[in-house]
C-alpha cells in the first residue's frame, strides 16, 4: 500500500499506439476513468420506441432524422429536457407524441447494467481510484445513480449536462483531471466512443477504446492493470 491507501502499479517501458504512432511510455497508473452508456449500461432508444413502433423501418427513420443523436446530446450539453422537446414538437408537429415519449418514458431506455463490465470495475477499485466522464443529462443521471448500486463506488464523477460541455471538448477532460487532482500521465480512460478516445489521448491519458466486456479485460491483463 502507498501512503494514501491505494495500491499503485508500476510497469516497464511499454508500446502504445497513439493513431498512427507506436510510443514509448512508462506507466504509473493510479486512476481508472470510465464512460458509462455502452460500457458500464445498455442505454438505446430502440428499447422503448419498438414498442410505438409497428415497423421497425419506420423507427429507425424516426431515430434517425427526428429524435436524433445530435438532438439528444444537446440535452448531454445541459439544454433542459423540455426546451429540446418542445424545439422538436415544434419542428415536427406530426410526431408530437412520439417525441413526448422519449423523455417522459426515458427511463425504459436504460435497460440495466453490463454485469461483465460492472465485474471488472469492481476488481478494479480494489487497486484504483475509479472516476466517471459521462456524456449525460443533468436531469436523468440521477435515475442511473439510484437503479445502479456500483455508482457508490466511484471517487468522483464528472457529468457533461452539468458542466454545459461534452466529450470530445478538451475542456471536460481537464476538468475531471483538474478538480479530482489528477494527472493524465497516471490515468486510464475506458469509453466506447473512438472520438471521445481520440480527445483523450492528445491530453496525454492512456485510453482504452471499449468494444466488448472481454477485450477490454483481455486489454487490461496484456497491460498488467488487473
Known amino acids: 500500500m502507498t501512503g494514501d491507501g491505494y495500491l499503485i502499479a508500476l510497469f516497464q517501458t511499454r508500446t502504445k499506439l497513439f ?28 428499447y422503448l420506441y419498438k414498442h410505438h413502433f409497428e415497423d421497425e423501418i419506420e423507427m429507425e427513420h424516426f431515430l434517425k432524422n427526428i429524435c ?20 422538436l414538437q415544434n419542428k415536427f408537429p406530426e410526431f408530437d407524441s412520439k417525441i ?30 475509479i472516476f466517471g466522464l ?4 443533468a436531469e436523468t443521471i440521477s435515475i442511473a445513480y439510484e437503479r445502479f448500486p456500483f455508482f457508490k463506488e466511484f471517487d468522483g464523477i464528472v457529468v457533461s449536462g452539468e458542466e454545459k460541455m461534452i466529450k470530445p471538448d478538451p475542456r471536460i477532460y481537464h476538468l ?8 493524465a500521465e497516471n490515468s486510464i480512460f475506458i469509453d466506447d466512443n473512438i472520438n471521445n ?18 477485450k477490454l479485460e483481455a486489454t487490461l491483463l496484456s497491460m498488467n492493470i488487473i
Open 68 to 87: 436524433t443523436d445530435e438532438w439528444n446530446v444537446e440535452q448531454d450539453r445541459g439544454r433542459t429536457l423540455s426546451e429540446g422537446t418542445v424545439l
Open 19 to 46: 493513431g498512427n504512432h507506436n510510443i514509448k511510455v512508462t506507466m504509473k497508473i493510479e486512476n481508472i476513468i470510465f464512460d458509462f452508456g455502452g460500457v458500464l449500461v445498455y442505454w438505446n432508444p430502440r
Open 176 to 183: 475531471l483531471l483538474d478538480r479530482y487532482n489528477l494527472k
Open 134 to 137: 459521462t456524456n449525460w443529462s
Open 197 to 214: 478516445i481520440r480527445a483523450a489521448e492528445k491530453i496525454g491519458l492512456y485510453a482504452i477504446h471499449f468494444e466488448y466486456p472481454g
Open 100 to 129: 413526448q415519449l422519449f423523455y417522459d418514458q426515458w427511463e425504459v431506455m436504460l435497460k440495466g447494467d453490463i454485469p461483465e463490465t460492472v465485474s471488472l470495475l469492481y476488481k478494479l477499485k480494489k487497486k484504483y481510484k
